[in-house]
């Protein structure tokens, strides 16, 4: 795609993909299919878009397409004529000619409490029949719009895995004939966690995207952000749930502080937290704070928010309290153990303890398997080195880091560390 039409179509599908899918999803009630038709309706787009011209709203575009796609589908299966009229009937408001999208949400929302049919979406998507690595793949596909190997990066596994995954998942959900509904009551807890997860692994593949040429997607955090209040509505005595929304709304927080004025990064020691949102930032904490009430355990994240919520209430960097960040992820270390929750230590250890602290933790990972390629494992290890004055170690880490990143803001934030060593 190289015409300016064509870079509209690619940015168009990638913020809308998710809506058009679960809009048809909800009428052919298969999550596969409706990514099938919804690539049709992208199909249609690539072959009129550049004859007549980029719609005024082109997401309803797309959608009223692949409803009407779906409606043929659904036609050419013989459906009874009260179903065909029930469809004829929604669809109506809804053709090619532009209809703003507001005026379906609303009228969802007349209809249904929640009307969200990408919420819906996910709870399909993470449903038990699905194995846990299968239901975040597919979401994370559906809803994310991510590519096999942006999700397997995600992942820290091999793409074809990914890739095999989400097919197994799609011909599972299809045979087993899952509704395309929102869990209530006793079915809602056991699907919770891993929509938590779904919904974490979004914001995150847009506070930092894992490839191309921008080091943030903020569509992607924003829809996070979205369906965690939603889901923090439905379970308002879960903390783990207002522990998430915590965790997402302290660093969005820093978003306009996270690149600078040529879209840089800027990391977080180095940020101007007279950027940092304020709003964001009280409705953060305001969370921590009711996860916190709740009672109980804390969970991952009601554990990581706390730890955001100590850079939140750092007026300064050098004011953070790095000692109580370490102990938060000592106890985050025993919730839920991860190479990466490790590697996070190993930073807190050393800011808080010294440079030579954190490589001794760093340095004990460096066998791990999957971190193999993970590009922060060299990215650490090169600062800590060039803290302690190792700077020929320090560069040859850095020039790992860079080879193995794919996201061209971090390499080339990684290759500015190299020639600042000199």
Not at 259 to 267: K, T
Request: with cysteine.
């Amino acid at each position: 795609m190289s015409s300016p039409v064509h870079r509209t179509i690619e940015a168009v599908w990638r913020i809308e993909c998710a809506k058009v899918i679960a809009s048809v999803a909800r009428m052919v009630r298969d999550v596969g299919l409706a990514e099938e038709l919804a690539q049709d309706a992208l199909v249609a787009a690539l072959e009129h878009w550049p004859r007549s011209g980029v719609p005024d709203n082109p997401g309803a575009w797309l959608t009223a397409t692949a409803k009407n796609r779906a409606l043929d589908h659904l036609r050419r299966d013989k459906l009874l004529a009260a179903k065909h009229e029930e469809l004829g009937r929604e669809l109506e408001a809804q053709e090619a000619a532009v209809v703003p999208d507001f005026v379906d949400a609303l009228d969802a929302a007349r209809a249904d409490p929640i009307g969200d049919d990408l919420l819906r979406l996910i709870f399909t998507a993470c449903h038990p029949v699905l194995g846990e690595d299968a239901r975040v793949a597919l979401t994370l596909r559906l809803l994310g719009g991510l590519s096999t190997g942006e999700i397997a990066r995600a992942f820290l596994v091999p793409e074809p895995t990914i890739a095999q995954r989400i097919v197994r998942a799609k011909r599972t959900l299809a045979a087993a004939r899952v509704p395309f509904e929102l869990p209530a009551g006793p079915a809602l807890a056991p699907r919770l966690a891993s929509v938590l997860q779904v919904v974490y692994l979004i914001f995150n593949e847009g506070y930092t995207a894992t490839a191309g040429d921008d080091w943030m997607r903020p569509a992607l955090s924003d829809e996070a952000l979205r369906l965690g209040r939603i889901l923090a509505g439905l379970a308002p005595a879960e903390p783990e749930v207002h522990g998430l929304v915590a965790l997402m709304e302290l660093q969005a927080s820093r978003a306009a502080a996270r690149v600078d004025g040529q879209g840089r990064p800027v990391l977080l020691l180095d940020q101007d937290r007279s950027r940092w949102d304020r709003l964001l930032i009280r409705r953060g904490l305001a969370a921590v704070e009711h996860a916190e009430d709740i009672g109980g355990v804390l969970g991952p994240y009601a554990l990581q928010a706390a730890i955001a919520a100590c850079h939140a209430r750092a007026a300064r960097a050098e004011d953070t309290d790095w000692a109580r960040i370490v102990a938060l992820y000592d106890a985050l270390a025993q919730v839920a153990p991860s190479p990466v929750v490790e590697l996070n230590r190993a930073v807190a250890v050393g800011m808080a303890f010294g440079p030579a602290a954190g490589l001794e933790i760093v340095d004990a990972m460096r066998g791990e398997p999957s971190l193999r390629n993970y590009q922060w494992l060299p990215s650490v290890r090169g600062d800590l080195l060039a803290k302690l004055g190792r700077i020929d170690e320090a560069r040859a880490e850095f020039e790992r880091a860079a080879a193995m990143a794919r996201n061209a803001r971090e390499r080339a934030h990684l290759e500015g560390r190299i020639r600042a060593l000199g």
